[in-house]
Structure formats: C-alpha cells, structure tokens
C-alpha cells in the first residue's frame, strides 16, 4: 500500500460504541505566522516531542495537505505565480469535514501529501491512528463556520505583517523553488487580500489571540494536559535500622482502586498492574501494564507503570512521604494503594537482605544476626499524587 508515514493521534474501544474523543483544537492565522512552531511548541510542553510516534498521545495536521488537485491549466497558472492558494475554494473542504469528523468518531484517517514544487498531490499519504488531542492548523481553519463548530479550542496566532512577509520570502524561494518578483507578485495579489478579506473576519469569533509568547502556549497546555496525567504513589514509615525498602522483581503487584475519569466508577474490588504485564494499545499504539473497559460506561482506559520511576524508601527519607512509583493514566486515576507481600529491604548498617517482607499490615519486624538488633517498617501509609 502506498505510504509508509505514520502520525499516531489516541484510543478507542472497537466493540462498542462509546468513543473516546480527541480534543480537537484549530489553530489559524496568517502566512507565516507561526502556527506550525506554535504546534510542535506546545508537542514539546506536552513532553511528545520525543516519544516514539507509535506512543504519542498528540498529533499535529496541517490545511495545506487539503489543496484540490489542479486542473492542467490551473497547474500552468501555478507554475507561473498566476493562481490563488489563499481562496477557500483552493481547500478541499468536503474531505477536510470528511477527515475531522472520522477522527473524531476514533476512526484511523489517512491524508494526502502535497507537493507544492509540482503543485499535486502525490500517490503516497500519511497514516493517522486515534489520539488525545489534534491540533490542525492553517490559514484558513475557521472561515468554513461548519469546520470552526468542530474545535473545541480555537487560536489565532498573530504575527505582524512585515515579519510575515520575510518568512514567507526566504521559505519559497529556499524550499519551493521560487523568484523573488513571483513571491512579491503573489504576495500582492493574492495573500495579502485573501488574509484580510477570509482569515482576519473569524479571527474574532470565538478564537483566542496567541502571540507566539511562551507564556500562552503553557496556558493553552494546562487545559490540554488534562488528557494525559502522570500519577505518583507516595510511601510513608517509619523504619528501624533498615533501608532500601523497594518493590522486589518485575512481577511485583501494585494493588490499586482505579476510578474511571469518564463516569467516576471506582470498583469495589482491588486490581493490580505488574511490569512483567503488557497489553498492547489499539491502534499500535505501542502498550499498557493494563487496559481495562469500564463495566459502568463502557470507555477503554489505561495505566501503565513507569518503571525507570521506581525508587526505593530509604533510611534518610524516615518519616516523610517519598515518591516511589509513577503511573501514566489515560481515562483512570488512581485513588488507593494497598501493600502487600513482594517488598524488600535491607540492614541499614549491615546491609543483611530481607527479601520477603509484607506490609499488608501496615507494620514488619524482623530481627538482623549480623549486629543483633531488631529491624522494622513501622506506621505504613501513603498517599496519590499528581505528577
């Protein structure tokens, strides 16, 4: 099949019909103006800059991949500078409504590459998978009022007009091939006149202004960020003349109350997630200590365990809580911890192992041969944390 490229967006339960939808926020504003460095900014906030495109949780599209293919003679107009990609009659918008509305049903979409050296669309495309939050962005991402209903966050990145102008100068004429006149010309005739008459009217409706400052693209994080949280459990005790109190093994269990973040159902029994388990994400997502269906609502969520997070309790950490595990949650939070057996420690001065040591009841005691003198893990307890 044509088209290698992969863009991974979230999650969604195939068999049934509760959806788990991205949040879909539009960016727009004017040639050049920032709005794709505005979108990998707020990737890198969002920590997805770096995680392998199979894990991402965020997914940038771009309008421009939307151009109609071009009549022959269009083509020859285009060639020469003569044809008007600034009017929304250049966008297809019947697949652009097509492609928004598939991704918000979950569906995995896939989008043409265009090439703007040839002016066409090419045999390949981009494979989109479901995901937690989209941004599309483009110059003209709110003029069609149908396409604007759909984003549940709107920005306008506003640039002024001369730094525009030299962005837009040096980007054609170093990666499309263009002449200066033919870059002014169309500047002149068609940018400038289509961003004034289609692109600044819905500027105002409901978008909000972004100027490229850090300061906004963090605000606009925090809202996003709620789809992906990291949760720490943090360990308390009071320990005698021990150590290195950790989880013992790949295997050991983290026994857990999950509430569900879409209907707050929080199951009476105890579940437990291990490193030694992974389930795999729909979509080749990559995967999950654990991906469970909420019997209440019926939407997929998933906790996985950090595992480079794990951190052992120390004798200098005595009396204070201490974060010793993170989980990344998607749709599920945990609200309770209960320690049970798989826990090891060790003499604080004789370095003696104690590798079978259980905290279900919240206190162990054990007695270190090596320099005669109980040891203990006393006054266990522990609390949730966002990350």
């Known amino acids: 099949m044509a088209g290698d490229n992969e863009t991974l967006l979230s999650s969604r339960d195939e068999n049934t019909d509760v959806i788990q939808q991205p949040f879909l926020i539009g960016v727009s504003g004017?040639?050049?103006s920032g709005k794709s460095s505005v979108c990998e900014k707020i990737m890198e906030l969002l920590g997805q800059n770096k995680i392998d495109h199979h894990q991402r949780q965020v997914a940038i599209l771009s309008q421009d991949s939307f151009y109609k293919a071009l009549t022959p003679e269009q083509k020859a107009k285009a060639l020469k500078g003569q044809f008007n990609f600034d009017h929304p009659d250049a966008f297809d918008n019947e697949l652009i409504m097509q492609t928004l509305r598939q991704i918000l049903q979950g569906k995995t979409v896939h989008i043409p590459i265009y090439d703007f050296v040839t002016h066409s669309r090419g045999d390949e495309f981009v494979t989109v998978y479901p995901a937690d939050v989209v941004l599309f962005e483009g110059i003209l991402m709110f003029y069609?009022?149908?396409i604007r209903d759909l984003f549940q966050m709107k920005l306008f990145v506003d640039t002024d007009p001369d730094t525009r102008l030299s962005r837009r100068v040096l980007r054609d004429i170093n990666e499309r091939g263009r002449d200066l006149d033919q870059v002014l010309s169309q500047y002149i005739t068609f940018v400038k006149p289509a961003f004034e008459e289609f692109c600044l009217p819905p500027r105002v409706w409901n978008s909000r202004r972004v100027l490229n400052a850090a300061g906004e693209r963090v605000s606009v994080v925090r809202q996003v960020n709620v789809k992906m949280v990291k949760f720490g459990l943090q360990f308390k005790a009071t320990l005698e003349n021990v150590t290195n109190v950790r989880p013992l093994g790949e295997d050991f269990r983290w026994f857990l109350k999950l509430k569900c973040g879409n209907c707050g159902e929080i199951p009476d029994k105890w579940q437990y997630v291990t490193l030694a388990e992974s389930v795999p994400l729909k979509g080749g997502r990559?995967?999950?200590?654990?991906?469970?269906?909420?019997?209440?609502?019926?939407?997929?969520?998933?906790?996985?365990?950090?595992?480079?997070?794990?951190t052992p309790y120390n004798a200098e950490d005595n009396e204070t809580f201490k974060t010793m595990v993170q989980f990344e949650c998607r749709g599920l939070e945990p609200v309770d911890f209960q320690p049970q057996a798989g826990f090891a420690a060790e003499g604080a001065e004789s370095g003696t192992p104690f590798p079978e040591v259980n905290l279900l009841e919240k206190d162990w005691t054990d007695y270190d041969e090596k320099v005669s003198e109980s040891v203990g893990i006393y006054e266990v307890t522990h609390r949730v944390v966002k990350c």
């Open 144 to 146: 069609s009022q149908e």
């Open 286 to 310: 990559g995967s999950a200590s654990m991906v469970q269906k909420c019997k209440l609502c019926g939407r997929e969520n998933s906790i996985d365990i950090l595992g480079d997070t794990i």
């Open 30 to 32: 004017g040639t050049a």
